[in-house]
């Protein structure tokens, strides 16, 4: 794990990263010595691991709970390389895109091959936080991320016991039913009543699918990209709650 | 409005009052002086006006919020009189409860002609409360109310200016859609993924329903009686979001 630069402001500091091809960012308090719940966040389809939503995220957790956040560049996403496979899987999705369409099954093949590939980087990133003095080996952990956050995040968080809470959301169950029933840690799911690129009840069924006991479904009227500032409060009360001891 | 009793513990303070026949409770901040929000709380069906879910959640709001709270017996309910209206009304949906099914069209009845009474009854008693020192004549007003307290509720806040928040949940659409269209002020309503009372698709349907701009749904896992601890602290952030100034 290479850090190439630090800046803090308002008492967060913000420290890029790579790890063997991988970029990343850590967020923690300017002044953080010793273990911290850590929270990742997974951006969404087309952003990248400093995309606006997730810097915001990340400032109010380190900020209002202490903990440590980190990001990463997915797969074909951010600085790094596109290939021939992503551009043959993306095709349709962003037909059905331009035409208003659910894109539901041509989501979930792109988002599987993107598993693939995601998950190993996922838990390697994981191991090299776990070695850092300011976040620990054994502290909890939790995940955050919303549409391609979620159909990565979804098999990321079944196969990775390490994480004890999820904030999932704005994502339909196709390709997901079976991991998320493996998921048995507690769940807060977004869902957007108006949402034209996931259909209202592949969100439901997806919230019908997670194996856990503690799960709560969140829904507010508007479209994809609407999901209202208080739920950025409650995911802070929902990690607080599960991480914080 | 005769207060009959006036109790106080941990700094609330709880009088009892009859208006006409209706017979209500106040919970107040114990030295409650000069105006403050109000909040209604409307309970299920066979409960009464400090039914145990009644109490705790007017305690959290006067404690935390330093709101006033009230609440009185619907219609038939508590110690007032049944009728032989009510007698029939009730066969049809205790028939269906002991069979384990769904009670929506016979409920609908029922709560049909008990709005008629009780949303006058709410009215006067919102009068004679406005007039108090320690509530106020223009403060703003909240409605909660779950299951029998939402079939009653609805029509009530379609009907009744007054009240700017509304906290409904565990009912589903039937009789409800049309004043639920008439609501335009902003509503959390709660639904139990597995309320065998309450099919799943009618409560969507009544959170469909609501005209709000701003309308959250939370949904949880278990039945009818099984809502979360924590969801009681949502409806207080959001009636302090909402009512508090």
Redesign the interface.
């Known amino acids: 794990m290479h850090f190439s630069s630090q800046t803090s402001s308002n008492g967060v500091s913000e420290q890029l990263f790579t790890l063997d091809d991988i970029p990343g960012v850590l967020w923690t308090p300017a002044d953080a010595t010793g273990p911290r719940p850590l929270v990742l966040l997974g951006h969404g389809g087309g952003q990248h691991k400093m995309a606006p939503p997730l810097v915001a995220r990340a400032r109010r957790y380190v900020a209002d709970c202490g903990f440590a956040v980190a990001s990463v560049d997915a797969p074909w996403h951010g600085g790094r390389p596109a290939s021939e496979q992503r551009d043959r899987l993306i095709a349709p999705v962003r037909e059905r895109m331009a035409a208003g369409e659910p894109v539901g099954p041509a989501l979930a093949d792109l988002h599987a091959a993107l598993a693939d590939l995601a998950i190993p980087e996922w838990q390697t990133v994981l191991d090299a936080l776990q070695k850092l003095d300011c976040v620990g080996a054994d502290g909890p952990v939790g995940y955050a991320g919303m549409s391609l956050g979620t159909g990565l995040g979804v098999p990321f968080v079944a196969a990775e016991h390490r994480v004890t809470a999820a904030v999932f959301g704005l994502a339909g169950d196709y390709g997901l039913t079976e991991p998320a029933a493996r998921i048995t840690v507690p769940v807060e799911f977004v869902?957007q009543?108006d949402d034209r690129l996931v259909p209202r009840d592949a969100a439901?069924a997806l919230?019908?699918a997670f194996g856990?006991?503690?799960?709560?479904?969140?829904?507010?009227?508007g479209g994809h990209g609407d999901v209202?500032e208080?739920e950025l409060?409650?995911s802070e009360?929902f990690f607080t709650?599960h991480l914080a001891t």
């Open positions: 869902l009543w439901l919230f019908g856990s006991a503690e799960k709560t479904l969140h829904a507010n009227p209202p208080f409060d409650s009360r709650r």
